[in-house]
Each structure stands twice: as structure tokens, then as C-alpha cells.
């Protein structure tokens, strides 16, 4: 059941890209998601008859974005959303006969405020960098999350934001957390902000030793097709590291705060985000660059270092966290917890009935 003129307000965002998008990702056979927590909304990207269609969908202060076996997880201010995925009704959301897959969100798991980064599916369970205390966390059963990792630098288990750990690369199989990025080796609450241009680093998680150090402000490690890859945020680089050597190159620099990344078909999917904020992003080598600084979403091709693929937002987002593709789905409809205020609509799932 769906609302066809449902009340709500919509989200006013001018955006551009380049030509070739759609046509890349209809050829991928994909589409993707953006999470902004500036805007506290999911985007999705996706195509229909070869025209780029976006939608927006309220989730406060979005966060973390990953896919599920049953559908997606999005990360909120004070809590984990679960949406299953539905193919049956979307064909029925307005305009009908648009979308491919739908996204409804159900249910959510209340961590409290934890300042949760990446989100990832593995082992059969829901993983969380939670910033907040170091250290990466499950979301299982009535408890607010389980610790179960911590790098070797932090004393404890306690609230305060000490080396802002934020990015979770998976071993490429699901079996457990292979990688994760910080912006200091600190033990001291905001100790991470001192040298928040250089102090960037990537630890191996079952090992706990430093892979790579020097970084400004890195996010989003991720392994794919055998090798890892980063985001050196402050340069706004997208790096290929070499773990045993602990080197790494640049494959491109892009004109934005590198955040947020997935990997499919060859390509890296990275998120673009202007510096507005100076308190915490200022004094970054990005902003030495003297190029103009985009929020949006690059297509980087993984072999050539070349942007393939470009949307920029031109007002309504400035800031992008987390990025993730949904292979064989061209078209989603994601349906958030609250249609009052964004550009989606009510969606009633209910089981068929005799009447």
C-alpha cells in the first residue's frame, strides 16, 4: 500500500553531473547511496530510461551506510535502522512501474549517541566503529552495543573521543574486520586534533601494528578484488596501499574532503565534501590546494586513476559521510522513518487479508 500525495516537505538541493553518468551506471548495473549527517538524509542515486533520478530520505543525522543480507543498515544520531528490501512493492510506489527494489525502514536497534562511523556486515552480525569509545562494537540483542575491539594505544572501554577511529575495511570474504583508519594514536579525549593534518593512521585489526602513518584525517579504508585501498581525506586522496611495505600511491586526487567509499565493477565510488567547518577540518593541505572544493560523489576508475563519473551538489549538502553501491538494482526507493519531512512517501506493508 503506498500514499500518492503523502504530506511532507521537500528537501530543496540544486545538483549537476557529468554526461556520461548515467550511461556508467546503467552499464554497471548499479545505483548508489549517500548518507549526509549535515543534511540528515540517505540519497540515492539511481536511473530510470537512462535518466538520473535522486531521492532523499530523513534519517537524522545520517551516518553509516551498508548493504545486509536482507537489505541495508543505516546509522542515525542515537540509533541503527534496519530496511528490509522489498522487490513486490516497488513496483507499486509512485510513479509506478519506476523502481526496482524498495528499502523500507522497520526497525531499529537504540544504541544511545556513540558518534558510530562505518557500518559493516560481518560473521553474521552488524559491525560499528564507535567513535565515541575507541573501538569497534557489535549491535546484537537488547544490549547497547558489544565491544570487541580496541587499537593497542587505547586504556579502556569509556566515553570520550580519543583518536576518532572512524573507517572499517572487511576482509573481502565477510569473515571478520581486516582494517581501520584513525586521525590520532591518542589516549587522551580530542588528543587526535593536535596533529590532525599529519597524525592520520591504518591499523590492522588482528594484529593491532600501525600499517601506515602520516595521514591527514584518512576515512574509508576498503578491500577489494585483493588490495587495499584508503582515503586521505585532508588531500583529498584516494590511495592503493601496500600493507607488508606499509607504502601506499595516489591513484587520483579529487576536488573535495575525500569521505566515504565503496568498490564495484573496477571503479571506486568516493564521496566529496566541501570544508565549511574550521574548528575541526581547518588547517588541512586540501585547503592550500587552491582548487574549488565540491561536495558529490566521483567515479574513479581504479586502473587509469581517471574520474569517469562526477555529480556535485550545488546547494542543499555540503558534506558527504558514507557511500555504498547496490549492484543489480538501477532504481531504489528508499523509504525512511519519517515521509513527513522529506521527499518520499508512506508505504503501509501489510499481509494480505480474505476481505
Request: aromatic share 8%; hydrophobic share 40%; with cysteine.
Amino acid at each position: 500500500m503506498t500514499d500518492s500525495a503523502p504530506d511532507r516537505q521537500a528537501v530543496a538541493v540544486d545538483f549537476e553531473y557529468s554526461t556520461g553518468l548515467p550511461a556508467l551506471l546503467e552499464r554497471l548495473e548499479l545505483s548508489v547511496l549517500l548518507s549526509t549527517y549535515q543534511a540528515g538524509r540517505v540519497v540515492s542515486i539511481g536511473c530510470h530510461q537512462g535518466q538520473l533520478r535522486l531521492g532523499f530520505s530523513r534519517f537524522d543525522q545520517a551516518m553509516g551506510l551498508c548493504r545486509t543480507p536482507t537489505g541495508l543498515a543505516v546509522g542515525s544520531r542515537d540509533a541503527i535502522w534496519t530496511l528490509p528490501a522489498n522487490r513486490e512493492i516497488a513496483a507499486r510506489i509512485t510513479p509506478e512501474g519506476e523502481y526496482d527494489i524498495a528499502f523500507l525502514a522497520r526497525s531499529c536497534h537504540h544504541s544511545g549517541p556513540v558518534m558510530g562511523h562505518d557500518l559493516a556486515w560481518g560473521e553474521g552480525r552488524l559491525w560499528l566503529v564507535n567513535t565515541l569509545f575507541n573501538g569497534l562494537v557489535t549491535i546484537e540483542g537488547t544490549w547497547s552495543f558489544v565491544p570487541q575491539w580496541q587499537p593497542p594505544f587505547i586504556s579502556g572501554w569509556a566515553p570520550g573521543d580519543r583518536c576518532h577511529l572512524n573507517g572499517l575495511a572487511m576482509a573481502e570474504d565477510g569473515s571478520a574486520p581486516a582494517y581501520v583508519s584513525a586521525l590520532g594514536e591518542s589516549d587522551t579525549e580530542n588528543g587526535w586534533r593536535e596533529h590532525k593534518a599529519t597524525g592520520g593512521c591504518l591499523i590492522h585489526v588482528p594484529t593491532g601494528q600501525i600499517v601506515l602513518r602520516g595521514l591527514a584525517m584518512p576515512h574509508s579504508p576498503r578491500l577489494y578484488n585483493g588490495q587495499l585501498y584508503l582515503l586521505d581525506s585532508g588531500h583529498g586522496g584516494l590511495l592503493r596501499v601496500d600493507p607488508t611495505s606499509g607504502t601506499a600511491s595516489t591513484i587520483a586526487t579529487l576536488p573535495g574532503f575525500t569521505r566515504g567509499m565503496d568498490c564495484f565493477g573496477g571503479y571506486a565510488f568516493v564521496g566529496l565534501s566541501q570544508i565549511r567547518e574550521t574548528a575541526v577540518f581547518g588547517g588541512l593541505p586540501l585547503q592550500d590546494s587552491g582548487q574549488e572544493l565540491r561536495c558529490g560523489l566521483a567515479v574513479v576508475n581504479l586502473s587509469t586513476g581517471s574520474i569517469d563519473g562526477l555529480l556535485w551538489f550545488q546547494s542543499g549538502l555540503e558534506e558527504i559521510f558514507a557511500v555504498t553501491v547496490l549492484p543489480g538494482w538501477r532504481h531504489p526507493a528508499l523509504i525512511g522513518p519519517d515521509t513527513r519531512t522529506d521527499d518520499s512517501q508512506t508505504v503501509w506493508l501489510v499481509p494480505p487479508t480474505n476481505a
